[in-house]
């Protein structure tokens, strides 16, 4: 038994060694100056540790890769953390660059439940991660294990956790190789942690001593956030554009009906978002139909605080927000359209003055509503809204549960700047022909918006295909389509960004979210 399942690692070393080289080989494109890196992880059996790992600096001025630690500046203690890095590029006046971390693990035990802090300098930006948790809060980076890799066994070391940050300056970035602690049930292992660091310009090895968590101030606001670098969106051809007229896509989620999860109209919630899935969108759902909705029985003025909430939340983290009228089993806007009026009369009075607020006038029309119907109602809510906010994108819904950006081409709305188009998908269910009639719509010069969206079916529940995923985004991406991923909720649905069993409402940690969450958050963040 056990020399079988020797035997079945080896074959699956050899088999994950192999498919590392060929995505190295073949996935050989070069971007920027990062590194491109092969992982794999320890097997179901917990019994392998395997990792092959390729490594090309562009732009560098140096043919070798940088050695790892070495036996000469190999720390002492029993169990230590190594940061090191090989990378660091610069960004937008900042420096990024990729850390990777290993734990050794030379004690007479394995070790379990381990965590990693690292003290870090206010303002740092953990853009991406991997085989890990990685938060930056407070001061401190804290790396905690995904399910397969909490457990180090003894005289093994635990590699290819890795991350990317974004910090202010280079001695910044190079701080965080020194002084981290590895804790291990509350234990916390002094020692030595060796460092390496190199960037074009020189490659150095450094060796710092591990010092407990300094002293922990809060996290300052980040400067930079999407707003203040982009500032008021418009609309230009099919693009949306920013201050400077640059494309600009909004990529971000959607809340579930706030109503029923008003807990995630938190700030760490959008900040969790922002942060740590890089997300410059949140749109915030009220229902105004089903089950208490705002035009259905819900309580008017807490609803209208909810949504007030977010707005505020939004704009203090720097992001875009969505007010969404979220219409559905109404079926057909002009139902509620007394009442949307006053709403929208309202919360443009209210958001005159903020220049990232953006309003969605009718979520799905369907049961057979006409454009036409959604036309003349967009044209009496349009005027209402331009009175306040003569510049705001407004969203306006389309036939079908907004796929029939088409039909809405042949006949849009004029005289007014501004005005995009929803369609919605949900990947399972709508493939070639729904993408179909966005590529018509948008190559009849009509701007689209994917404000709401999923990878499950339209049920918001069921299995997710990936593949037609893959499929919408490839149209997304290569048209600079803005989108929001339906739902910020722990719901017991596929759509769900978080797990059912997790209860948090912001920071989750990659094993508290759900398939669908982990593939978003990677989506948005750009990791293929
Ligand atoms: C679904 C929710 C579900 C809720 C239902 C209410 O996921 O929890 O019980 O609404 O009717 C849409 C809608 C959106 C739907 C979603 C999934 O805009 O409100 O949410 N969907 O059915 N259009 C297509 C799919």
Redesign the pocket.
């Known amino acids: 038994m056990k020399n079988n399942k020797v035997l079945i690692g080896i074959i699956a070393a050899m088999t994950l060694v192999i498919a590392g080289l060929i995505v190295f080989i073949v996935g050989g494109e070069k971007k920027d100056n990062k590194n491109s890196t092969t992982q794999a992880s320890i097997d179901a059996t917990n019994e392998l540790t395997i990792s092959e790992e390729a490594t090309e600096n562009v732009n560098s001025d140096k043919d070798e890769e940088v050695s790892s630690t070495t036996e000469a500046n190999k720390p002492q203690a029993d169990c230590y953390v190594t940061v090191t890095s090989n990378n660091n590029w610069e960004s937008g006046g900042k420096i990024s660059g990729q850390l990777d971390v290993s734990i050794t693990n030379n004690s007479a035990s394995q070790i379990k439940n381990w965590t990693i802090e690292i003290p870090a300098p206010n303002g740092i930006k953990v853009d991406s991660f991997w085989n890990c948790n990685c938060v930056a809060k407070d001061g401190v980076i804290v790396i905690t294990p995904v399910e397969y890799n909490g457990t180090v066994e003894k005289s093994a070391t635990l590699k290819d956790i890795g991350f990317i940050v974004t910090v202010a300056s280079k001695s910044e970035f190079d701080s965080l190789m020194s002084g981290s602690t590895l804790l291990v049930d509350g234990k916390e292992y002094s020692g030595t942690s060796s460092t390496i660091t190199a960037d074009s310009s020189k490659d150095e090895v450094e060796e710092a001593t591990t010092e407990a968590v300094a002293a922990q101030t809060p996290a300052e606001p980040e400067s930079g956030t999407p707003f203040e670098n982009h500032g008021k969106l418009s609309v230009k051809g099919t693009d949306i554009v920013d201050k400077n007229g640059t494309m600009y896509q909004l990529k971000g989620v959607s809340t ?2 706030i109503a029923w999860f008003p807990d995630y109209v938190n700030k760490d919630c959008f900040q969790t978002f922002r942060d740590d899935w890089g997300a410059n969108l949140i749109r915030i ?1 009220m ?1 105004t139909h ?1 089950n208490g909705g705002y035009c259905n029985g819900g309580d008017k003025e807490y609803l209208k605080g909810l949504v007030d909430d977010g707005v505020n939340y939004a704009t203090e983290l720097g992001m875009y927000v969505i007010v969404d009228w ?1 219409i ?2 109404d079926l057909n806007p002009q139902v509620y359209k007394e009442e949307a009026k006053k709403f929208f009369e309202e919360v443009s009075y209210k958001y005159k003055n903020y220049d990232n607020v953006i309003y969605e006038i009718c ?2 029309p369907n049961g057979g509503t006409s454009w036409e119907d959604v036309k003349s109602y967009a044209e009496e809510i349009i005027p209402i809204i331009r009175k306040n906010a003569p510049d705001a994108i407004i969203i306006v819904g389309t036939p079908n ?1 907004s796929q029939d950006v088409d039909v809405a081409a042949q006949n849009p709305i004029t005289g007014y700047d501004n005005i995009m188009y929803a369609a ?1 998908f ?1 990947a399972a269910t709508h493939t070639d022909n729904i993408r179909n009639k966005v590529q018509t719509a948008l190559d009849s010069g009509l701007p689209v918006f994917i404000s ?1 969206f ?1 990878i499950c079916d ?3 529940n069921g299995a997710i295909d990936y593949g037609q995923a893959d499929k919408w985004f490839e149209l997304i991406d290569s048209n600079n389509l803005s989108y929001a991923g ?2 910020i909720s722990n ?1 017991d ?1 596929t ?1 769900s960004l978080i797990k059912s069993s997790c209860s948090k409402t912001s920071w989750w940690t990659e094993g508290e979210l759900s398939e669908t969450g982990i593939w978003l958050r990677k989506q948005i963040l750009g990791i293929k």
Do not use: Q
Request: aromatic fraction near 18%; charge should be negative; charged fraction near 20%.
């Open positions: 579930h009906g759902a229902y089903e979220h559905l089993h979520n799905e549960w919605h949900y709401e999923s339209a049920s918001g339906w739902n719901k649905e759509s």
